[in-house]
């Protein structure tokens, strides 16, 4: 007679497997957590404070070094003790800081303009084909040409006053901030769109909630790009455009230096334009962008 062979199906969901099933659920939630510290204060000073510092002095030094070396005459290249009497004068005299906030407070206020300019006009470029096709070219161009080209029609135009430095400004600062928001939209994943439109988000209720935070890190580089613009044009429209009325700024300052051979004031107004373009990106655009990295997963909470 034949022997039935009969095979015993291997038996399933025991003891092993599950461990091994709850070992790769604690892998998986391992890889999603990120693990965090806070960071101590001396390792932020080294890491963060310390660099920029260095750098400074090392240019301090290689500044004095080629005043002692005497590779110029003293009234091209003063010694860095002569820029600093420039300031303690300025400020024994209470106009340092009237140089700095008239230029800051345009500066900001003609962004915040271009601002709200921008990013209706970077949407409507970036969602009609077209506009896009029309005034996509034009916005490029524009990005292209020199700031400084747009002061003597906005003179003629507006005369020597603020209403000039803003259009000067505007002009400078509104096609970059919508070219960035144009690329930031053609970057988003069709996906994104077909499931906000399948939730019912149309219209300003998709540009709220779909588009612009997806295009959010397109979308702020265009807003740094489109500060760096602002600043640039405006010290171009100070730095040609003169009248009592307009107050002395960083870019005045700048011009009245030159036409007083004083290199030391040119530059105490070149230190100063630069010292506020580096302060407003540590104290606005770059935590902006630490935000938007973060809230992506992409920047380590320290």
Do not use: C
Request: hydrophobic share 55%.
């Amino acid at each position: 007679m034949g022997s039935t062979d009969t095979t015993t199906p291997a038996k399933t969901g025991g003891p092993a497997d599950a461990h091994d099933l709850a070992g790769l659920e604690a892998g998986l939630d391992a890889l999603d957590t990120v693990q965090t510290r806070r960071t101590p204060l001396r390792e932020t000073l080294v890491q963060k404070v310390l660099p920029p510092v260095t750098a400074v002095v090392l240019v301090l030094v290689v500044w004095q070094i080629l005043v002692w070396a005497k590779v110029t005459d003293d009234y091209k290249l003063p010694a860095p003790s002569a820029v600093w009497d420039e300031v303690e004068a300025a400020w024994r005299q209470g106009i340092l800081l009237d140089y700095i906030w008239t230029s800051v407070e345009r500066g900001l206020f003609g962004f915040l303009m271009a601002l709200a300019i921008g990013t209706p006009l970077g949407l409507i470029v970036a969602r009609i084909r077209f506009v896009r096709a029309a005034i996509g070219p034009i916005l490029s161009g524009l990005q292209s040409l020199p700031s400084v080209a747009w002061v003597p029609p906005a003179v003629i135009w507006l005369g020597l006053n603020d209403s000039m430095m803003y259009a000067v400004i505007l002009l400078g600062a509104v096609p970059s901030i919508a070219n960035g928001l144009v690329a930031g939209v053609d970057q988003i994943p069709p996906l994104f769109l077909r499931a906000g439109r399948t939730l019912g988000a149309q219209g300003l209720r998709s540009a709220w909630h779909i588009v612009m935070p997806a295009a959010l890190p397109g979308y702020v580089a265009g807003l740094k790009q489109g500060w760096a613009f602002s600043w640039r044009s405006l010290m171009a429209a100070e730095i040609i455009a003169q009248s009592p009325d307009l107050g002395i700024g960083l870019g005045q300052l700048l011009e009245a230096g030159r036409t007083n051979s004083s290199m030391s004031q040119v530059f105490l107004a070149i230190l100063l334009i630069l010292i506020v373009g580096i302060a407003i990106d540590l104290l606005i655009f770059s935590p902006l962008e630490r935000w938007v990295l973060r809230s992506r997963g992409l920047l380590v909470k320290s």
